[in-house]
């Protein structure tokens, strides 16, 4: 069974310190797919970044940055010079693949506060 | 614009009662979920539907039902069953691109919020 985990439940930043939330996983497959969602205070999660388990390269996005490590199985995300906006509750998820049963396991989330 | 749209956004039942949640999608998307959120729990699965006329179990289907009699539509019942229904419900859907659906990210409605007085 697949599994994520996501070990920091909530951190505390002040405006313009950089922070990196964890996300470790497990899976079987060897074709998967993770994803970084963020939930805003008003609920709806929004979509950030996607990674196919054969492509390790890291993704830049502004102020945001992955890094996916197979070796350890993590995915994790860093936001550099965090802003006010940033506050929110971030989820890593996983997704079986390839084929039309698969679907997300997510993980626990971390809540992100960011102290102006 | 597409989107989904989820109602009602705040929802009150008394026990005993039977409640449906509303999901609507107009992103022409094939499959559609359910997910429960409770505090801490991050978002449990509690039925999805990659086509019309079918559906199966998540993971925790226990005291819920759907239907999926349209693509753009895909509501679930909250039944008398569930013995703790309070929390915050989310839709999403997903489209279908080739024979890989998991590469696919799901796109989420803005939830309900549900309360057992």
């Given at each position: 069974a697949q599994k994520v985990t996501q070990a920091q439940t909530e951190i505390s930043v002040?405006?313009?310190?950089?922070v990196t939330l964890d996300c470790v996983y497990e899976t079987r497959d060897t074709t998967y797919y993770l994803f970084w969602y963020k939930q805003p205070p008003s609920g709806e999660l929004v979509f950030l970044i996607r990674r196919n388990s054969f492509d390790e390269q890291n993704e830049i996005s502004g102020r945001y940055s992955w890094n996916f490590?197979?070796?350890?199985?993590?995915?994790?995300?860093?936001?550099?010079?965090?802003?006010?906006?940033?506050?929110?509750?971030?989820?890593?998820a996983l997704s079986e693949a390839p084929g039309a049963n698969s679907k997300l396991t997510f993980g626990k989330g971390i809540t992100l506060s960011v102290r102006p | 614009d597409g989107g989904i749209t989820q109602s009602p956004k705040y929802l009150f039942r008394k026990e005993g009662q039977?409640?449906?949640?509303?999901?609507?999608?107009?992103?022409?998307?094939?499959?559609?979920?359910?997910?429960?959120?409770?505090?801490?729990q991050g978002l449990?699965?509690?039925?999805?539907?990659?086509?019309v006329n079918d559906f199966q179990?998540?993971?925790?289907?226990?005291?819920?039902?759907?239907?999926?009699?349209?693509?753009?539509?895909?509501?679930?019942?909250?039944?008398?069953?569930?013995?703790?229904?309070?929390?915050?419900?989310?839709?999403?859907s997903?489209?279908?691109?080739?024979?890989?659906?998991?590469?696919?990210?799901?796109?989420?409605?803005?939830?309900?919020?549900?309360?057992?007085l």
């Open positions: 002040v405006e313009k310190e950089d490590q197979k070796s350890t199985s993590s995915f994790n995300f860093t936001i550099t010079a965090s802003q006010v906006v940033d506050s929110a509750v971030y989820f890593c | 039977n409640v449906t949640l509303s999901c609507e999608q107009n992103l022409n998307h094939d499959a559609m979920y359910w997910y429960r959120q409770d505090p801490g449990r699965l509690i039925y999805y539907s990659q086509i179990k998540g993971d925790i289907a226990e005291g819920y039902s759907v239907s999926r009699e349209k693509k753009e539509s895909f509501p679930l019942t909250v039944t008398s069953a569930q013995k703790n229904p309070t929390a915050f419900y989310l839709c999403a997903k489209r279908r691109q080739g024979l890989d659906w998991g590469y696919n990210e799901q796109f989420f409605g803005p939830g309900t919020r549900l309360t057992v």
